[in-house]
């Protein structure tokens, strides 16, 4: 439409501004919860969000510094997943442990899955966007995205879906929204302003990944995050904002 202002989303967006009770972050590996929605978290935490993170690897092949051993490895990337989420305030954090590189969307990961949306409750469930064409996206990525699709519906929610869950005293649960990051089409948008920086306390956490998040020469890990996210505001009000394609279950 003549006179309009663009930006990268189009200017299209529903601005999200309700805060859920409790929300979880499903990811592949230590780091990915921070790039992906730390701005959000970090707001929605701020706000009186209960959040927990359910990271589905444990990180084993993420380095290219080759004096590290394997277990090495996955203590250090342990740690600073910790780390970082003490930090941000999360309540929760569930280390699933699968290889890094082997995660497969198989019954026992997703019974995992299963288990903490049952365990914890969330309203909303972000994850990688499993249905990404443009672009390279890692393996691991898309198997966590589809097992937790799956696993927000119709499994958390149908009680004869793993009912040694129910016998244990898990209950079945019903997941009101699933965010997607990564996507080709997001549909909504959240202000981080207030959280952006937050979001960068966190991710730096992650010391040995910082050598690979190929930042450009003269430029920081933040300077990379808020030049992205001014860019999805652009237009809309705010200095910083972060992009999801959000589904919404049927009540």
Same mark, same amino acid.
């Given at each position: 439409m003549a006179g309009m202002p663009t930006n990268p989303t189009d200017q299209k967006l529903e601005i999200v501004t309700e805060v859920p009770d409790k929300a979880m972050v499903i990811f592949a590996h230590p780091d990915d919860a921070e790039i992906s929605?730390?701005? *959000?978290?970090?707001? %929605?935490?701020?706000?009186?969000?209960?959040v927990t993170y359910v990271l589905c690897t444990n990180g084993s092949a993420g380095t290219a510094d080759r004096?590290?051993?394997?277990?090495?490895?996955?203590?250090?990337?342990?740690?600073?997943q910790?780390?970082?989420?003490?930090?941000?305030?999360?309540?929760?954090?569930?280390?699933?442990?699968?290889?890094?590189?082997?995660?497969?969307?198989?019954?026992?990961?997703?019974?995992?899955?299963?288990?903490?949306?049952?365990?914890?409750?969330?309203?909303?469930?972000?994850?990688?966007?499993?249905?990404?064409?443009n672009g390279f996206q890692h393996r691991d990525h898309r198997k966590a995205g589809?097992?937790?699709?799956? &696993?927000?519906?119709?499994? &958390?929610?149908?009680?004869?879906?793993?009912?040694?869950? *129910?016998?244990?005293?898990l209950e079945p649960h019903r997941v009101r929204?699933? %965010?997607?990051?990564?996507?080709?089409?997001p549909n909504v948008i959240v202000d981080v302003t207030d959280g952006i920086d937050r979001q960068i306390a966190a991710l730096v956490r992650h010391e040995s990944q910082m050598p690979g998040f190929n930042v450009p020469r003269g430029q920081t890990i933040g300077d990379r995050v808020k030049k992205n996210a001014a860019e999805h505001a652009t237009g809309y009000g705010f200095e910083y904002g972060a992009v999801f394609r959000r589904l919404i279950a049927r009540r």
């Open positions: 929605s730390g701005g *959000v978290v970090a707001r %929605w935490i701020a706000a009186g969000c209960e004096s590290l051993t394997p277990a090495q490895l996955v203590a250090r990337r342990a740690d600073e910790r780390a970082a989420a003490d930090f941000m305030g999360v309540k929760h954090v569930v280390m699933l442990g699968y290889p890094d590189g082997g995660l497969e969307d198989t019954r026992e990961v997703l019974g995992d899955v299963v288990r903490a949306l049952r365990q914890y409750r969330p309203h909303t469930v972000f994850v990688h966007d499993p249905y990404r064409i589809l097992v937790t699709t799956d &696993a927000v519906y119709p499994y &958390a929610r149908d009680h004869l879906h793993f009912p040694e869950h *129910v016998a244990e005293g929204e699933l %965010w997607y990051w990564g996507m080709d089409q």
